[in-house]
């Protein structure tokens, strides 16, 4: 039997966990053709670990990719309300445990590349893939297909553009110029001037330092260390880490920052990622406690990258036209909710559910489309603003009082640690499936019209 005839192209920039998750989504339909374009030369996903919540765990069952990532664990999480992440003042010889964050079912942890690989062998022969496809600009006019240009020189054309492109990404600046001048025609030049300004990332003031450590490396100096039984974060004045294991207990994932609180908000110069000395990061953390300190032991030798945090600020919108952006390129934020890939999943999940649906056609896309970003953009803006306030608490900024004497009483570092606690409670105790239900529900309405 022959596939029915296609309803709309898509085109997604960008092969990384949304870009992939989308792909995958889409390709279940057999009347959307779905072509993903990435930058790089091949297929795959850069970073060290990552973790994934129940709420976010419930969007992937619905997608039918739970069980493919559940291989990736050593051990089947459950459904149970349990610890997840353990909180420690530790920048101080005798570090002091600060309470913990609990969370329905296991914080899921393993190796970006490991779930890439699984959204790549899970895409429909049907789903094209060109790699070493940087997009540099597209033309959206009315009643014609979008025009693709890419840094090679070469075209294509879609009824639909995704933007998936992370950070810099070339859909979302050439969306919010298109958005600007539309305001300019209306004579709206300060949106305009506005438009232009939001879509360039800005500096949030972190540097992140990231490696995998041999389990076996670890273990050696320390066999009974925390982090072998649960996610640690170790906290400190300006600095903070979260350790833990993946790739099924092989290696232990190390993530530290760095935060400069005067270089918030700035353009950030300099090269993005870029690798340094080991030395350098052990000497940030020079002093802490023995936790700690065995841990930093590890990292000689070791490549380590560091990465410049950039963040966008809160834009109004994602979609514009047939145009829609998702993930980074849409809310980069601080990673202190542990949430940029389940966003990216969760757009994505959404994001297909809309434009699978019979009443979107080529007529109705922009309609999708709003609603979709109707609906994403608050969440993603609440998850931005929580991550930004946890950043805050990572650094133990509220424990400096006005004449700056220290106010690390037992009893004003657990109530940091619940704070941290209830600023993480969305992620276990709301479920997608609402938002997802919001949308359908005002996709018929909207239509309806």
């Known amino acids: 039997m022959s596939d ?15 870009g992939l998750t989308l792909a995958f989504s889409l390709s279940k339909s057999p009347d959307i053709s779905v072509d993903v374009y990435e930058a790089a030369s091949k297929f795959t996903e850069i970073g060290a670990g990552i973790s ?13 990719l739970e069980e493919d990532v559940i ?9 149970d309300r349990v610890p997840s992440i353990q909180y420690r003042k530790a920048d101080q010889p005798d570090g002091l445990a600060m309470g913990t964050t609990y969370s329905r ?24 893939t060109s790699p070493s496809k940087r997009l540099e600009s597209y033309v959206q006019q009315p009643g014609a297909p979008i025009m693709l240009h890419f840094q090679d020189g070469s075209t294509a054309t879609c009824d639909i553009l995704i933007g998936a ?17 539309l305001a300019e025609s209306q004579h709206r030049n300060a949106d305009a001037a506005e438009l232009r300004n939001l879509s360039k990332p800005r500096f949030s003031g972190f540097f992140s330092y990231r490696t995998l450590i041999p389990v076996a490396r670890l273990s050696s100096i320390s066999p009974q260390h925390r982090i072998f039984s649960s996610p640690v974060q170790y906290l400190g004045k300006n600095r ?3 350790v833990f294991p993946i790739s099924r207990g092989r290696f232990v994932n190390f993530s530290a920052f760095e935060f400069r609180p005067y270089e918030e908000g700035t353009h950030f110069d300099g090269p993005w990622v870029a690798d340094v000395d080991p030395s350098y990061v052990q000497g940030l953390f020079h002093g802490w406690e023995r936790e700690v300190d065995d841990i930093i032991q590890c990292l000689g030798g070791l490549k380590i990258t560091r990465w410049a945090v950039n963040v966008l600020p809160t834009l109004p919108f994602f979609a514009f036209g047939n145009v829609a952006i998702l993930g980074d390129a849409a809310h980069a934020m601080t990673p202190f909710q542990g949430a940029g890939a389940g966003q990216a999943i969760e757009d994505a999940s959404i994001l297909a559910s809309l434009l699978s649906n019979e009443l979107a056609t080529k007529t109705t896309v922009p309609q999708a489309l709003q609603i979709y970003s109707q609906i994403c953009q608050p969440l993603a803006t609440e998850v ?17 009082g006005p004449d700056h004497q220290d106010l690390s009483s037992t009893a004003r570092l657990q109530g940091i640690a619940k704070q941290i606690h209830d600023n993480f409670e969305w992620v276990s105790e709301t479920e997608a499936i609402v938002d997802l239900q919001r949308a359908m529900s005002l996709l018929r309405t909207e239509l309806a019209k």
């Open 240 to 242: 903070h880490m979260i």
């Open 105 to 128: 079912g296991e914080l899921m942890t393993f190796h970006r590349a490991e779930f890439h690989e699984v959204l790549l062998n899970r895409l429909s022969s049907r789903c094209r």
């Open 71 to 79: 291989r990736l664990l050593p051990v089947r999480p459950g459904k």
């Open 4 to 18: 029915p005839p296609t309803k709309f192209r898509v085109a997604i920039c960008g092969g990384g966990i949304g």
């Open 384 to 400: 931005a603003r929580r991550s930004r306030i946890n950043g805050d608490h990572f650094q133990l900024r509220s424990l400096a």
């Open 165 to 181: 492109d992370g950070l810099k990404s070339a859909v979302r600046k050439t969306m919010f110029q298109d958005a600007a001048k």
């Open 52 to 64: 994934l919540w129940w709420r976010t765990r419930q969007v992937l069952k619905s997608l039918g």
